[in-house]
């Protein structure tokens, strides 16, 4: 699937969403005349259940793996510039849920690489099994205000190829599903944190008790749920490993 989407080489132009874009087999890139303006802003992130997160810069809006009105989650309803998709199915590719008043998602599913104004994302494929069924899920290295985020999406596995792991370079927001079954358990998912040491780790994709598990064994007693981050690059500098656990 990566390989494919990598390889084809071909160049087109066409208007989406009020913004032109340029894709090409390795990606694409899309022009906003505000783009230069983001690093002005803080970041704000908040978590719409699932594995769903709104990532807002200025009037930059992205969202992560918007629920579907198919999936048994209740689905997503806001405006986003940016939709990424980690995995074809209803709890993540949402994305019509996050076309809302003037904002139509250009949508990236899939792994390449692709610029948005000032947002740079790198997509990589790893092959999973998800609700019984095997698929493709795509970890999003997101750069954007100068900060560097990594959203593993329904990770299942720790093992991450050491060719992916070393152009991830350091993060400073880490995406980490925790809740076991077909994503990560609590053991692999502290144990990838440990080496990927995130300034920051967003919890994602749990219940009550698989959260409880992951915060006393990484011995974290910031377990109470906050409504936002908001962050800048100068604050993040100084985190190592915070938990910030986001209420839905």
């Known amino acids: 699937m990566g390989a494919d989407k990598l390889n084809i080489l071909f160049i087109v132009f066409w208007c989406q969403g009020g913004v032109w874009v340029e894709r090409s087999g390795r990606g694409a890139r899309v022009c906003t005349a505000a783009a230069s303006l983001v690093y002005c802003h803080a970041m704000v992130i908040t978590h719409h259940g699932g594995q769903c997160f709104k990532v807002v810069f200025g ?6 793996d918007p ?29 019509e849920g996050v076309a809302f008043g003037n904002k139509r998602p250009f949508v990236i599913d899939g792994p390449g690489e692709y610029e948005v104004g000032d947002v740079t994302v790198r997509g990589y494929g790893i092959k999973e099994t998800y609700d019984k069924k095997e698929r493709y899920n795509t970890i999003y290295q997101v750069t954007l205000e100068g900060m560097n985020i990594l959203f593993l999406g329904a990770l299942g596995t720790s093992d991450i190829d050491s060719k992916i792991l070393g152009e991830l370079g350091d993060v400073d927001i880490l995406f980490l599903p925790v809740g076991g079954g077909d994503v990560l358990d609590v053991p692999a998912a502290s144990k990838l944190a440990t080496k990927l040491e995130a300034g920051i780790v967003i919890p994602m994709h749990y219940d009550e008790k698989a959260l409880a598990a992951f915060l006393k064994e990484e011995g974290s007693q910031n377990g109470k749920p906050q409504d936002k981050l908001t962050i800048k690059r100068k604050d993040v500098q100084t985190k190592e490993g915070e938990i910030v656990v986001l209420a839905a």
Do not use: Q
């Open 59 to 64: 009037d930059t809006t992205l969202a992560f």
């Open 67 to 95: 629920v579907s009105k198919k999936s048994s989650l209740p689905a997503v309803k806001f405006g986003a510039n940016v939709a990424l998709v980690s995995m074809n199915h209803p709890d993540f590719n949402g994305v």
